[in-house]
């Protein structure tokens, strides 16, 4: 199957324009499967909740009906980060379209810095999300600091990690490399670029979007600037091979007995 990152910049608040760039960057390209950044639609740095609030789309909104006619239109998976209203609640959210239509949504467990203040903390699972036979496991920035999270997604199956990121710490690409080794998952690593200036806060943004293989193998690496697509063909089975040597598995060899926290030696 071919797989794509894309790497964009958004215009804070202008959401039918951010729209609009990254459905055409994704028309303009051919794979089975497109990662894109996390909040494309909004921008990152906002000023109060109630801002993020008024920038937020709800999973079965207008908005989203768009990317399910690409998403048929391409015969393709799309994955985005959006803010998420619902009901009183906002979300830091990722949501998959399937080419049959289908969605699925992950509200970000792991927020950071001032996130913490602006949106709730997910209240459900790290979900494995199966597409014409591939598993597909979502998750976003931050999340990557904690292992946890990959395992969880491996654990129940995932082949690809769809990674969502707005990436301003330098480590998160490299750690990504050792997700991948000690899960034997792919990972999508789709980040922004560009630099925000708000509500007292700069951030810049690391860009670096990638796609990762199971053994650690970086297939495709976006420069630190500049928006694009980058597509590789990847052969999702090998996720499936979770050998280390002839004797080892890295699933296989777990012991989780051992593995509480509080045991004595």
Known sequence: MRVGVVQFQPEFGSVKRNM???LSMVASNEADL???PELVLSGYTFESRSEARSLSQDPDGDEFRRVVAMAAQKKATIVLGFAERAGEKLYNSSILVAPDGNIAVYRKVQLFCDEKVIFDPGDRPP???EVDGVRLGMMICFDWIFPEVARTLALKGADILCHATNLVLPFCQDAMVTRCIENRVFALTSNRVGT???AGSE???TGRSQVVAPRGEIL???DIEGEGV???EIDHLLARDKAVTATNDVFGDRR???YELGRKA
């Open 230 to 232: 980058s597509v590789v």
């Open 203 to 205: 951030f810049t943004f």
């Open 34 to 36: 497109f990662v894109l």
């Open 20 to 22: 609009d760039r990254v």
């Open 127 to 129: 979900a494995v999300v």
């Open 256 to 258: 989780p007995e051992l």
């Open 196 to 198: 925000e200036c708000r």
């Open 220 to 222: 495709t690496r976006a």
